[in-house]
Protein backbone atom coordinates (compact mmCIF):
# COMPACT_ATOMS: atom_id res chain seq x y z
CA UNK A 1 0.00 0.00 0.00
CA UNK A 2 1.15 3.39 -0.59
CA UNK A 3 0.26 5.14 2.36
CA UNK A 4 2.22 2.32 4.23
CA UNK A 5 5.38 2.38 1.56
CA UNK A 6 5.67 6.22 1.80
CA UNK A 7 4.62 7.02 5.70
CA UNK A 8 6.36 10.46 5.60
CA UNK A 9 5.94 11.74 2.32
CA UNK A 10 2.82 14.14 1.93
CA UNK A 11 1.33 16.31 -0.88
CA UNK A 12 -1.69 18.43 -1.08
CA UNK A 13 -4.58 16.63 -2.23
CA UNK A 14 -5.66 17.64 -5.70
CA UNK A 15 -9.32 16.72 -5.82
CA UNK A 16 -11.34 19.53 -7.56
CA UNK A 17 -13.75 21.43 -5.66
CA UNK A 18 -16.77 21.68 -6.22
CA UNK A 19 -18.91 24.91 -5.36
CA UNK A 20 -21.71 24.11 -2.88
CA UNK A 21 -20.11 20.77 -1.83
CA UNK A 22 -17.41 18.96 0.34
CA UNK A 23 -14.15 17.74 -1.59
CA UNK A 24 -15.55 15.02 -2.75
CA UNK A 25 -14.66 12.67 -5.98
CA UNK A 26 -14.88 9.55 -8.16
CA UNK A 27 -12.25 7.58 -8.34
CA UNK A 28 -11.69 6.19 -11.95
CA UNK A 29 -8.43 3.83 -13.57
CA UNK A 30 -7.55 0.70 -13.27
CA UNK A 31 -6.95 0.63 -9.86
CA UNK A 32 -10.69 1.65 -8.71
CA UNK A 33 -11.05 -2.35 -8.12
CA UNK A 34 -8.56 -1.93 -5.16
CA UNK A 35 -11.54 -0.86 -2.99
CA UNK A 36 -14.81 -0.64 -4.31
CA UNK A 37 -16.04 -0.10 -0.69
CA UNK A 38 -14.40 3.24 -0.51
CA UNK A 39 -15.78 4.15 -3.69
CA UNK A 40 -19.49 3.19 -2.44
CA UNK A 41 -18.57 5.44 0.99
CA UNK A 42 -17.66 8.68 -0.86
CA UNK A 43 -20.69 7.88 -3.83
CA UNK A 44 -23.01 7.60 -0.21
CA UNK A 45 -21.61 10.76 1.17
CA UNK A 46 -22.01 12.65 -1.45
CA UNK A 47 -25.69 11.54 -2.76
CA UNK A 48 -26.60 11.91 1.50
CA UNK A 49 -25.15 15.62 1.52
CA UNK A 50 -27.06 16.43 -2.11
CA UNK A 51 -30.55 14.71 -0.89
CA UNK A 52 -30.11 16.95 2.39
CA UNK A 53 -29.51 20.26 0.54
CA UNK A 54 -32.54 19.38 -1.62
CA UNK A 55 -34.06 18.69 1.92
CA UNK A 56 -33.47 21.83 3.67
CA UNK A 57 -34.55 23.62 0.52
CA UNK A 58 -37.70 21.91 0.29
CA UNK A 59 -38.36 22.65 4.47
CA UNK A 60 -37.67 26.49 3.95
CA UNK A 61 -38.80 26.91 0.95
CA UNK A 62 -36.10 28.86 -0.46
CA UNK A 63 -34.45 29.15 -4.02
CA UNK A 64 -31.17 29.20 -3.49
CA UNK A 65 -28.72 28.06 -1.09
CA UNK A 66 -24.96 29.91 -0.67
CA UNK A 67 -22.71 26.86 1.05
CA UNK A 68 -20.23 27.88 3.94
CA UNK A 69 -16.51 27.14 3.60
CA UNK A 70 -16.58 25.68 6.99
CA UNK A 71 -18.74 22.28 5.67
CA UNK A 72 -16.38 22.01 3.11
CA UNK A 73 -13.38 22.34 5.21
CA UNK A 74 -14.72 20.22 8.50
CA UNK A 75 -15.12 17.44 5.51
CA UNK A 76 -11.42 18.25 4.06
CA UNK A 77 -9.89 18.09 7.30
CA UNK A 78 -11.42 14.63 8.24
CA UNK A 79 -10.16 13.22 5.11
CA UNK A 80 -6.75 14.66 5.38
CA UNK A 81 -6.43 13.34 8.69
CA UNK A 82 -7.31 9.69 6.98
CA UNK A 83 -5.19 9.32 4.34
CA UNK A 84 -2.06 11.02 6.17
CA UNK A 85 1.02 9.47 4.50
CA UNK A 86 -0.76 8.47 1.18
CA UNK A 87 1.59 10.24 -1.66
CA UNK A 88 -0.54 11.97 -4.19
CA UNK A 89 0.65 12.63 -7.73
CA UNK A 90 -1.93 13.64 -10.69
CA UNK A 91 -2.93 13.24 -14.83
CA UNK A 92 -3.17 10.51 -16.71
CA UNK A 93 -5.83 7.63 -16.33
CA UNK A 94 -6.39 9.03 -12.65
CA UNK A 95 -5.08 5.97 -11.18
CA UNK A 96 -3.29 8.17 -8.81
CA UNK A 97 -6.40 7.87 -6.15
CA UNK A 98 -5.76 4.60 -5.76
CA UNK A 99 -3.63 5.78 -2.50
CA UNK A 100 -6.79 7.84 -1.27
CA UNK A 101 -9.16 4.52 -1.72
CA UNK A 102 -6.78 2.33 0.03
CA UNK A 103 -6.42 4.70 2.99
CA UNK A 104 -10.27 5.28 3.19
CA UNK A 105 -10.47 1.25 2.70
CA UNK A 106 -8.88 0.62 5.85
CA UNK A 107 -11.35 2.13 7.75
CA UNK A 108 -13.91 0.27 9.17
CA UNK A 109 -17.41 0.68 6.97
CA UNK A 110 -20.05 1.02 9.36
CA UNK A 111 -17.79 3.37 11.54
CA UNK A 112 -17.04 5.50 8.65
CA UNK A 113 -20.30 6.12 6.95
CA UNK A 114 -21.15 7.33 10.50
CA UNK A 115 -18.92 10.29 10.78
CA UNK A 116 -19.41 11.26 7.15
CA UNK A 117 -23.15 11.38 8.30
CA UNK A 118 -21.98 13.25 11.03
CA UNK A 119 -19.89 15.63 9.16
CA UNK A 120 -21.78 16.39 5.79
CA UNK A 121 -25.39 16.63 7.53
CA UNK A 122 -26.88 19.02 5.57
CA UNK A 123 -28.24 21.78 8.22
CA UNK A 124 -28.65 25.49 8.50
CA UNK A 125 -25.45 26.25 10.63
CA UNK A 126 -23.58 23.93 8.19
CA UNK A 127 -24.84 25.03 4.61
CA UNK A 128 -25.80 28.09 4.73
CA UNK A 129 -22.46 30.59 4.38
CA UNK A 130 -22.91 33.51 6.85
CA UNK A 131 -22.82 37.49 5.19
CA UNK A 132 -21.63 38.43 8.53
CA UNK A 133 -18.71 40.57 6.32
CA UNK A 134 -21.55 41.91 3.41
CA UNK A 135 -21.01 45.65 2.73
CA UNK A 136 -17.09 45.58 3.87
CA UNK A 137 -14.20 46.08 1.28
CA UNK A 138 -11.36 43.82 2.02
CA UNK A 139 -7.87 44.28 0.38
CA UNK A 140 -5.69 41.12 0.68
CA UNK A 141 -2.01 41.48 -0.50
CA UNK A 142 -0.63 38.24 -1.82
CA UNK A 143 -3.69 37.18 -2.96
CA UNK A 144 -2.46 35.04 -6.10
CA UNK A 145 -1.57 32.13 -4.14
CA UNK A 146 -2.11 30.15 -1.03
CA UNK A 147 -3.16 31.98 2.14
CA UNK A 148 -3.73 35.05 0.34
CA UNK A 149 -6.02 33.04 -2.54
CA UNK A 150 -8.27 31.33 0.60
CA UNK A 151 -8.29 34.53 2.26
CA UNK A 152 -9.90 35.97 -0.54
CA UNK A 153 -12.52 33.32 -1.53
CA UNK A 154 -13.71 33.33 2.37
CA UNK A 155 -13.84 37.30 2.27
CA UNK A 156 -15.78 37.01 -0.63
CA UNK A 157 -18.35 33.89 0.39
CA UNK A 158 -18.56 35.87 3.63
CA UNK A 159 -20.02 38.53 1.75
CA UNK A 160 -17.61 41.25 1.51
CA UNK A 161 -16.29 42.98 -1.75
CA UNK A 162 -12.34 42.16 -2.34
CA UNK A 163 -9.33 43.33 -3.33
CA UNK A 164 -6.78 41.30 -4.79
CA UNK A 165 -3.45 42.57 -4.49
CA UNK A 166 -0.11 40.61 -5.68
CA UNK A 167 2.45 40.81 -8.11
CA UNK A 168 1.58 38.02 -10.65
CA UNK A 169 -1.50 39.51 -12.85
CA UNK A 170 -2.49 35.75 -13.85
CA UNK A 171 -2.94 34.37 -10.68
CA UNK A 172 -4.35 37.05 -9.46
CA UNK A 173 -7.33 36.59 -12.26
CA UNK A 174 -7.29 33.07 -11.19
CA UNK A 175 -8.78 33.90 -8.18
CA UNK A 176 -10.95 36.11 -9.32
CA UNK A 177 -12.68 33.63 -12.04
CA UNK A 178 -12.86 31.33 -8.89
CA UNK A 179 -15.21 33.90 -7.36
CA UNK A 180 -18.09 33.88 -8.98
CA UNK A 181 -18.69 37.43 -9.43
CA UNK A 182 -17.52 40.78 -10.47
CA UNK A 183 -17.28 41.91 -6.96
CA UNK A 184 -13.46 42.01 -6.77
CA UNK A 185 -10.89 44.08 -8.04
CA UNK A 186 -7.76 42.88 -9.60
CA UNK A 187 -4.92 45.02 -8.79
CA UNK A 188 -0.98 44.10 -9.74
CA UNK A 189 0.80 45.85 -7.49
CA UNK A 190 4.39 45.34 -5.05
CA UNK A 191 3.83 46.29 -1.34
CA UNK A 192 7.43 47.38 -1.26
CA UNK A 193 6.84 49.71 -3.78
CA UNK A 194 5.54 52.64 -1.98
CA UNK A 195 4.23 54.30 -5.12
CA UNK A 196 2.08 50.73 -6.14
CA UNK A 197 0.79 51.32 -2.54
CA UNK A 198 -0.67 54.83 -3.26
CA UNK A 199 -2.23 53.43 -6.56
CA UNK A 200 -3.64 50.08 -4.94
CA UNK A 201 -5.35 52.36 -1.99
CA UNK A 202 -6.74 55.33 -4.53
CA UNK A 203 -8.04 52.46 -6.93
CA UNK A 204 -9.51 50.26 -4.12
CA UNK A 205 -11.41 53.90 -2.97
CA UNK A 206 -12.47 54.74 -6.80
CA UNK A 207 -13.99 51.38 -7.23
CA UNK A 208 -15.79 50.32 -3.97
CA UNK A 209 -15.70 53.79 -2.10
CA UNK A 210 -14.27 52.68 1.52
CA UNK A 211 -11.86 50.50 3.25
CA UNK A 212 -12.81 48.27 5.87
CA UNK A 213 -9.95 45.44 6.58
CA UNK A 214 -6.64 45.00 5.25
CA UNK A 215 -4.91 41.71 5.35
CA UNK A 216 -1.29 42.09 5.39
CA UNK A 217 -0.14 38.73 4.02
CA UNK A 218 2.31 39.01 1.10
CA UNK A 219 5.57 37.50 2.13
CA UNK A 220 8.77 35.67 1.02
CA UNK A 221 10.80 33.21 3.13
CA UNK A 222 14.94 32.74 3.06
CA UNK A 223 16.41 29.45 4.49
CA UNK A 224 19.66 29.06 4.54
CA UNK A 225 22.44 29.69 7.69
CA UNK A 226 22.82 33.19 9.43
CA UNK A 227 26.63 33.55 7.33
CA UNK A 228 25.95 31.99 3.74
CA UNK A 229 22.57 33.92 2.81
CA UNK A 230 23.70 37.03 0.84
CA UNK A 231 23.24 40.53 2.50
CA UNK A 232 20.77 41.39 -0.25
CA UNK A 233 18.61 38.11 0.48
CA UNK A 234 18.25 40.12 3.87
CA UNK A 235 17.20 43.13 2.32
CA UNK A 236 14.67 41.27 -0.41
CA UNK A 237 12.99 39.47 2.99
CA UNK A 238 12.80 42.94 5.02
CA UNK A 239 11.32 44.78 2.03
CA UNK A 240 8.57 42.54 1.33
CA UNK A 241 7.73 40.99 5.38
CA UNK A 242 8.20 44.29 6.95
CA UNK A 243 8.59 46.91 4.78
CA UNK A 244 5.43 45.61 2.50
CA UNK A 245 3.42 45.77 6.15
CA UNK A 246 4.65 49.30 6.98
CA UNK A 247 3.77 50.91 3.34
CA UNK A 248 0.41 49.40 3.38
CA UNK A 249 -0.82 50.16 6.76
CA UNK A 250 0.20 54.04 6.19
CA UNK A 251 -1.54 54.14 3.18
CA UNK A 252 -4.93 52.49 4.04
CA UNK A 253 -4.83 53.50 7.71
CA UNK A 254 -6.66 57.17 7.81
CA UNK A 255 -9.20 55.02 5.46
CA UNK A 256 -9.86 52.05 8.29
CA UNK A 257 -10.01 55.19 10.87
CA UNK A 258 -13.15 56.35 9.53
CA UNK A 259 -14.68 53.26 8.81
CA UNK A 260 -13.53 51.89 12.35
CA UNK A 261 -11.83 49.05 10.62
CA UNK A 262 -9.60 46.34 11.41
CA UNK A 263 -5.56 44.63 10.11
CA UNK A 264 -4.98 41.53 10.19
CA UNK A 265 -1.07 40.81 9.65
CA UNK A 266 0.16 37.42 8.69
CA UNK A 267 2.44 36.45 11.17
CA UNK A 268 4.10 33.38 11.22
CA UNK A 269 4.73 30.99 14.68
CA UNK A 270 8.54 31.93 13.58
CA UNK A 271 8.00 35.47 14.34
CA UNK A 272 6.90 34.77 18.13
CA UNK A 273 10.40 32.87 18.28
CA UNK A 274 13.93 31.29 16.68
CA UNK A 275 14.34 28.69 14.19
CA UNK A 276 17.66 26.94 13.18
CA UNK A 277 18.01 27.96 9.92
CA UNK A 278 15.33 30.65 9.21
CA UNK A 279 17.62 34.24 11.05
CA UNK A 280 16.65 36.28 8.05
CA UNK A 281 12.87 35.20 8.10
CA UNK A 282 12.33 34.91 12.26
CA UNK A 283 13.92 38.75 12.56
CA UNK A 284 11.35 39.81 9.98
CA UNK A 285 8.36 38.25 11.39
CA UNK A 286 9.36 39.56 14.42
CA UNK A 287 9.00 42.39 13.49
CA UNK A 288 5.56 42.11 11.98
CA UNK A 289 4.01 40.24 15.43
CA UNK A 290 5.31 43.27 17.40
CA UNK A 291 4.09 45.94 15.43
CA UNK A 292 0.64 44.16 15.48
CA UNK A 293 0.90 44.96 19.36
CA UNK A 294 2.25 48.39 19.26
CA UNK A 295 -0.23 49.68 16.73
CA UNK A 296 -3.00 47.89 18.38
CA UNK A 297 -2.20 49.83 21.71
CA UNK A 298 -2.21 53.22 19.58
CA UNK A 299 -5.19 52.51 17.46
CA UNK A 300 -7.35 50.56 19.36
CA UNK A 301 -8.64 54.03 21.36
CA UNK A 302 -10.04 55.60 17.77
CA UNK A 303 -11.28 52.12 17.00
CA UNK A 304 -8.99 50.13 14.95
CA UNK A 305 -8.68 46.75 15.69
CA UNK A 306 -5.14 45.26 14.95
CA UNK A 307 -4.32 41.83 15.43
CA UNK A 308 -2.00 39.12 13.76
CA UNK A 309 -2.08 35.42 12.62
CA UNK A 310 1.18 33.27 13.65
CA UNK A 311 0.70 29.93 11.10
CA UNK A 312 3.08 27.02 11.33
CA UNK A 313 4.11 25.09 8.48
CA UNK A 314 1.30 25.10 5.73
CA UNK A 315 0.83 23.25 2.48
CA UNK A 316 0.56 26.19 -0.04
CA UNK A 317 2.51 25.74 -3.70
CA UNK A 318 4.96 27.85 -2.96
CA UNK A 319 6.95 25.78 -0.17
CA UNK A 320 5.26 22.02 -1.72
CA UNK A 321 8.46 22.23 -4.08
CA UNK A 322 10.76 22.40 -1.01
CA UNK A 323 9.32 19.50 0.90
CA UNK A 324 9.26 17.80 -1.97
CA UNK A 325 12.95 17.82 -2.44
CA UNK A 326 13.48 17.44 1.31
CA UNK A 327 10.92 14.94 2.88
CA UNK A 328 12.94 14.26 6.03
CA UNK A 329 12.77 17.98 6.45
CA UNK A 330 8.73 17.65 6.34
CA UNK A 331 8.94 14.71 8.50
CA UNK A 332 10.79 16.41 11.22
CA UNK A 333 8.53 19.11 11.20
CA UNK A 334 5.33 17.67 10.79
CA UNK A 335 6.56 15.14 14.29
CA UNK A 336 6.63 18.19 16.25
CA UNK A 337 2.88 19.49 15.49
CA UNK A 338 0.11 17.73 18.04
CA UNK A 339 -2.09 17.27 15.33
CA UNK A 340 0.22 15.89 13.56
CA UNK A 341 -0.03 17.50 10.29
CA UNK A 342 0.48 20.75 8.49
CA UNK A 343 -2.29 23.10 8.03
CA UNK A 344 -4.47 23.96 4.79
CA UNK A 345 -4.43 27.39 3.85
CA UNK A 346 -8.21 27.37 4.09
CA UNK A 347 -7.86 26.83 7.58
CA UNK A 348 -5.81 30.14 8.30
CA UNK A 349 -8.26 31.90 6.14
CA UNK A 350 -11.44 31.33 8.00
CA UNK A 351 -9.43 32.18 11.37
CA UNK A 352 -8.27 35.48 9.55
CA UNK A 353 -12.21 36.02 8.88
CA UNK A 354 -13.32 36.01 11.95
CA UNK A 355 -10.39 38.29 13.43
CA UNK A 356 -12.17 40.49 10.81
CA UNK A 357 -15.62 40.28 12.03
CA UNK A 358 -17.19 41.51 14.90
CA UNK A 359 -17.46 38.25 16.37
CA UNK A 360 -14.02 38.82 17.19
CA UNK A 361 -14.95 42.42 18.33
CA UNK A 362 -13.34 42.68 21.51
CA UNK A 363 -9.78 40.86 20.08
CA UNK A 364 -7.01 43.17 19.51
CA UNK A 365 -3.32 43.20 19.55
CA UNK A 366 -3.34 39.26 19.55
CA UNK A 367 -0.72 37.22 17.77
CA UNK A 368 -2.94 34.30 17.36
CA UNK A 369 -0.89 31.03 16.91
CA UNK A 370 -2.50 28.59 13.99
CA UNK A 371 -0.35 25.65 14.49
CA UNK A 372 -1.74 22.67 15.65
CA UNK A 373 -0.66 22.73 19.16
CA UNK A 374 2.86 23.33 17.95
CA UNK A 375 3.32 26.88 20.21
CA UNK A 376 1.52 24.99 23.59
CA UNK A 377 4.71 23.00 23.43
CA UNK A 378 7.81 23.08 25.29
CA UNK A 379 10.53 21.86 22.86
CA UNK A 380 10.99 18.81 24.62
CA UNK A 381 10.81 15.53 23.31
CA UNK A 382 8.18 13.42 24.12
CA UNK A 383 8.43 11.67 27.46
CA UNK A 384 5.89 8.73 26.27
Known amino acids: MLAETWPEVRKPWPAPRVHGFPNLFLASGPNVGLAHTSVILMLEAQIEHALGVMRYAERKCCAMIEPRADAQQRFTSWFDRQTRGAVWTSGGCESCWAAAIVAIARLPLAGSRDLLRTLIDTDESQTVMTSRLKGKTVIVT?????????TARRFHAEGAAVVLSGRRKAKLAEVGQSLGSDRYLIQASDVSNVEDVEQLTANTVRCFGRIDVLVNNAGVGARGSFLDLPVEEWRRVFAINVDGVFNMTRSILPHLIETK???????SLSGLGGDRGLNFYNAAKGAVSNLTRSLAAELGPIGVRINAVCPSITFTELNMPTFERFPELLRRQIERIPLGRAAQPEEVASVIAFLASDDASFVNGVNLSVDG????????????
Do not use: Q
Request: charged share 5%.
Open 142 to 150: GAGTGIGAA
Open 261 to 267: GTIINVS
Open 373 to 384: GLDGSTGHAPFL
